[in-house]
């Protein structure tokens, strides 16, 4: 990503393009969030999108790129967990285009079933998503097929367009806090920010068992853990993207690390207090919020509910108390 910037127009543009293809999700305050919290809690609701999760925004601008730039393309191959899969699938089917997607070894059985759905030609491939990775690389390349990175200047263009409807309904946020997988929802962000000229701050949340984040920004350099054992799937990454790491390193305020008992909390939290489903890294900011409550005590603050696919497995155990093993 050459320009971790992005102008108004640009953002604007992104959205225009994103609502021809879905309605912007809802941001709401929700009262017994903030009795819970002692904070004015605005939840960014992007468990409503089509594919109940963020990354089907930054699908739709970035396989219109691909047929822009590269129109004899016949199709993508890229790896994921279970969300960047499902909306990539959704987009480029739309357009006509094959859509391989590799996930690991006991990827969710629900996610994995979405995929195929909405069209994905899906294969089961390594230990974690890092193996998968590698492979969808090799197998693009072999077969002539683009391969989607995790990270890509129009996949945040499109995502950033999230913050931007926040940002523009309610621009007086203190903080908001959002998940970091590969870093595709915060960079776009820390771009929608910075173009509407706004001073909040930005928190990024990682899980304590997938903390390459904090390894690599303590040590200055690339720190890859050996595991990331986290049923929050969307946040489950060894190794920092070194673009976006770039940018949410001079963007956000700090990063914070939760546990798994603390997501799973969250995920009660959210149902008990809104009725609405989040996923392992959807709840991930609330658990984050709530680990610092008595910071943002009296505060406007923002958590993106970043997606809703949670296992029915797994939401029948963290509903009954536990928490999930990946």
């Known amino acids: 990503m050459a320009d971790p910037q ?3 127009d640009e953002l604007q543009e992104a959205a225009a393009f994103v609502h021809a293809r879905m309605p912007a999700t809802p941001q709401h305050a929700w009262p017994l969030l903030a009795e819970e919290t002692g904070a004015e809690v605005w939840v960014k609701h992007e468990n409503h999108t089509p ?3 963020f990354k089907v ?12 730039t590269h129109p004899d393309c016949p199709g993508i191959v890229t790896a994921t967990r279970g969300n960047h899969g499902q909306d990539q699938a959704l987009a480029a089917r739309a357009a006509g285009m094959v859509a391989r997607v590799y996930v690991p070894e006991g990827n ?6 979405a995929m195929r759905a909405f069209g994905a030609d899906l294969i089961v491939h390594g230990a974690d998503f890092d193996t998968a990775r590698e492979e969808a690389m090799r197998v693009a390349e072999a077969e002539g097929l683009h391969f989607v990175p995790p990270f890509h200047r129009e996949l945040v263009r499109g995502v950033a367009t999230y913050a931007f409807e926040l940002f523009t309904a309610v621009p007086d946020l203190h903080t908001v806090y959002v998940p970091i997988g590969c870093g595709s929802g915060i960079c776009g962000t820390i771009a929608a920010r910075d173009a509407l000229g706004l001073s909040t701050r930005i928190v990024g949340v990682v899980s304590e068992n997938a903390d390459c984040v904090l390894r690599s920004m303590a040590a200055g350099d690339f720190v890859e853990t050996q595991t990331a054992r986290t049923f929050a799937d969307g946040i489950a990454v ?35 207090t809104t009725h609405n489903v989040a996923e392992g890294a959807g709840a991930a900011p609330l658990a984050a ?12 603050v923002g958590v993106i509910l970043c997606g809703g696919n949670i296992d029915t497995d797994w939401f029948v155990t963290v509903m009954s108390g536990g928490v999930p093993t990946p």
Do not use: C, Q
Not at 57 to 68: E, Q, S
Not at 108 to 113: G, R, W
């Open 108 to 113: 969710s059985v629900e996610k994995n079933a």
């Open 6 to 8: 992005f102008t108004l």
């Open 238 to 272: 060894r190794v920092p993207v070194p673009e976006a790491l770039a940018i949410y390193s001079a963007g956000a305020e700090r990063i914070v690390a939760v546990s798994d008992d603390e997501v799973a909390e969250a995920i009660r939290l959210y149902f008990r």
């Open 51 to 53: 594919t109940g999760a």
């Open 289 to 300: 919020l709530m680990a610092e409550r008595g910071m943002m005590a009296g505060k406007r």
């Open 57 to 68: 925004r930054g699908a739709h601008t970035f396989i219109d790129w691909l047929k822009r």
